[in-house]
């Protein structure tokens, strides 16, 4: 070891903050003494919440809090998940009510074949969905609505789009069209009185050009509201449903597709008293989400303490790495200070605080972002269930899997990489190739959706058998494409995916046994001996010249 006879004077500042100017070079005692703290401290920084209990007898909060969160997270999200289902089962069997009070003939299932062939198919089904709208209230058994606006009740609209100008006379092979769309519509009111019990032709003004139609619409509101989450100790959901019946006539096919879209609002009712303890209920569990934010934002304060104090201690190593060896730390050694566990639980944390709090504004009827807060909270319980991997990772039996995941990650990524360029030229291929003869490969998502079936062996007789065969070229083309795709993802890539991981695993497995290959940092660790239970951390007291007053000189020991 090095050691000037010369004092120094003076040195210059520096903008790290771990260096300091200093007065003079310490002795090798002190050497020593500053070396053996940063040691100690490292070693203690790296011990399991058991060791860090036995070393300096520190109570192992994080392990507590988040054993509590784990808990008090899933009964939250199953509490919200069972609200949610209610929610959601209302709409579903709304959105069926519909399609029978209003498409004439529907019968369940029948949403991709529904449609008409004729033009008196087209005005029965259109005035049969404007009688019916206006005897809802008669003839619905569900608690239905016409919506209001201040005293007048919405109307209905029938509106036809059209191109502006057309002549078409396919005999002749000719057309004279003008290809903007014109939209005229009719406005029919709840309460309308008509002198025959239904409406038809000669109620209305109402006439379709076929040749230049385009798209039947009839656009109305209706309301309800969900009664069913009474019995379940929860406020009701007053709902608004903007309900579109289209006769989709774009492609002039002689086909006109039908089919109903419900959009859906849920919003706060108006006024509203229920008899019985449901307040007090709603009051218990707002309490219970209030603790489930306080618990998070312990947790989320803890954590980010943690990451803190390991990036300040990366710092301290480095400057000292640098400036008593001079030599870099490498960015693997670095990147262990940054604990990603933490930083895990810490967005599971802020995702927690943000669900609950909406939560909390759902079940005081001030929001009804249901799809929103599901998906926070979804998201944070997965996170909060996937940091306990963390602790059993403290354990060599358990530790197996996150030490594969880990090693084996960035050759994984390098893999997918080059597997996704084959996987998307194949995608491109089918979308245009066989689209229009297969019903799986109309668009880029549903090439992709059924290429991924066929790499995890689903489906793979329909894919073949459903293919049209009114081109035998394409037909053919079909049928080296589907072969080679899967002799070449599921016989080559996939087992090479799985050889990679495989390898990983023997290797990690084999490491386990003979030991790890020691980075600069595990060296430098060590070199400490001091046991957890040896009493050397609860009575450190760290010292009050700072460790980096006094780094001058270099040092080549590692």
Not at 76 to 98: C, R
Not at 107 to 125: F, G, I, L, N, P
Request: aromatic content about 14%; overall charge neutral; some cysteine.
């Amino acid at each position: 070891m090095e050691n000037p006879e010369a004092p120094v004077s003076s040195c210059s500042a520096h903008n790290d903050e771990n260096l300091c100017s200093y007065k003079q070079q310490p002795s090798v005692s002190q050497e020593g003494l500053l070396e053996d703290q940063l040691r100690r401290k490292l070693k203690f920084f790296f011990m399991n919440p058991c060791e860090k209990f036995w070393a300096r007898g520190r109570k192992p909060w994080k392990l507590g809090i988040q054993l509590l969160k784990i808990a008090m997270v899933t009964i939250q999200l199953v509490v919200f998940g069972l609200s949610n289902q209610m929610v959601v089962a209302f709409k579903e069997e709304n959105t069926v009510a519909f399609k029978h009070l209003f498409l004439k003939g529907y019968m369940d299932r029948m949403d991709d074949t529904y449609a008409v062939y004729t033009q008196t198919d087209v005005y029965d089904q259109i005035f049969f969905a404007i009688n019916q709208y206006l005897q809802l209230p008669n003839i619905s058994v569900g608690n239905h609505a016409y919506e209001k606006r201040g005293t007048e009740e919405t109307p209905l609209a029938v509106c036809q789009h059209f191109y502006k100008r057309g002549i078409i006379c396919p005999g002749n092979d000719t057309f004279d069209i003008d290809p903007e769309i014109v939209t005229d519509c009719l406005y029919i009111e709840p309460m309308t009185p008509f002198d025959n019990t239904t409406v038809g032709k000669h109620n209305l003004n109402f006439t379709l050009d076929f040749h230049r139609l385009v798209m039947v619409q009839l656009v109305f509101n209706l309301k309800a509201i969900n009664l069913q989450t009474v019995r379940h100790h929860e406020l009701p959901d007053c709902y608004d449903f903007t309900l579109r019946i289209m006769f989709d006539n774009k492609a002039h096919s002689g086909r006109i597709k039908i089919s109903l879209d419900n959009d859906i609002a849920i919003r706060e009712c108006k006024d509203w008293h229920v008899s019985g303890s449901i307040q007090k209920n709603t009051h218990y569990m707002m309490i219970f989400d209030a603790f489930v934010i306080l618990t998070c934002l312990a947790s989320l304060i803890l954590c980010t303490r943690s990451v803190i104090k390991g990036i300040q201690l990366q710092r301290e190593f480095v400057s000292f790495f640098l400036y008593y060896y001079k030599k870099e730390v490498a960015f693997s050694d670095q990147m262990e200070f940054v604990n990603g566990w933490y930083i895990l639980i810490m967005v599971s944390d802020v995702l927690t605080i943000v669900g609950s709090t909406l939560k909390m504004e759902i079940q005081a009827k001030s929001l009804t972002s249901y799809d929103v807060c599901s998906i926070l909270l979804g998201t944070s319980t997965m996170l909060v269930w996937l940091g306990v991997i963390r602790y059993l990772g403290f354990f060599q039996k358990y530790n197996l899997l996150i030490l594969t995941l880990r090693a084996a990650l960035p050759n994984v990524m390098r893999f997918c990489c080059c597997a996704a360029m084959i996987y998307l030229g194949y995608c491109f291929c089918g979308w245009i190739v066989l689209g229009p003869y297969h019903v799986k490969f109309r668009s880029l998502n549903m090439v992709s959706e059924c290429l991924f079936s066929l790499i995890n062996g689903d489906d793979m007789f329909a894919t073949f058998a459903k293919m049209q065969q009114k081109s035998y070229l394409v037909w053919l083309f079909s049928r080296i494409y589907l072969y080679s795709f899967i002799s070449l993802f599921i016989y080559m890539v996939l087992s090479l995916f799985i050889a990679l991981i495989t390898d990983t695993y023997e290797t990690v497995k084999h490491y386990q046994q003979d030991g790890f290959p020691e980075t600069d940092l595990q060296r430098f660790i060590s070199q400490c001996k001091d046991l957890p239970n040896s009493g050397r951390y609860r009575l450190e007291e760290e010292s009050s010249v700072s460790l980096f007053c006094c780094c001058n000189a270099p040092r080549d020991r590692i």
